[in-house]
């Protein structure tokens, strides 16, 4: 089953989740919340857009990526 469908009725702000501490109080940041096995991403400026969602091996593969200079631009 697709996840966006098998979480539709979650609502990603009730999670407990963490917002990024990089944004420096612009509020231009991401908050990050892990429920069921999966990561739910979602927009702090816009809480209403859907969240992004992706497995805990996608997620952990992302990160691991950030972490080691991938997606330095």
Same mark, same amino acid.
């Given at each position: 089953?697709?996840p966006? !469908? ?12 963490? /917002? ?9 940041? /991401? ?5 069921? #096995?999966? /990561?739910? /991403?979602?927009?702090?400026k816009?809480?209403?857009?859907a ?6 091996? !996608?997620?952990?593969? &992302?990160? #691991? #990526?950030?972490?080691?200079? !991938? &997606?330095?631009?």
């Amino acid at each position: 089953m697709n996840p966006y !469908e098998k979480y539709a009725d979650v609502d990603p702000t009730q999670l407990d989740g963490h /917002v990024s501490t990089r944004s420096g109080g612009s509020g231009n940041c /991401v908050r990050v919340a892990r429920h069921d #096995g999966h /990561v739910f /991403v979602t927009d702090t400026k816009d809480p209403s857009r859907a969240p992004m969602i992706y497995t805990a091996a !996608e997620w952990d593969a &992302f990160l #691991g #990526g950030a972490k080691d200079g !991938e &997606f330095d631009l």
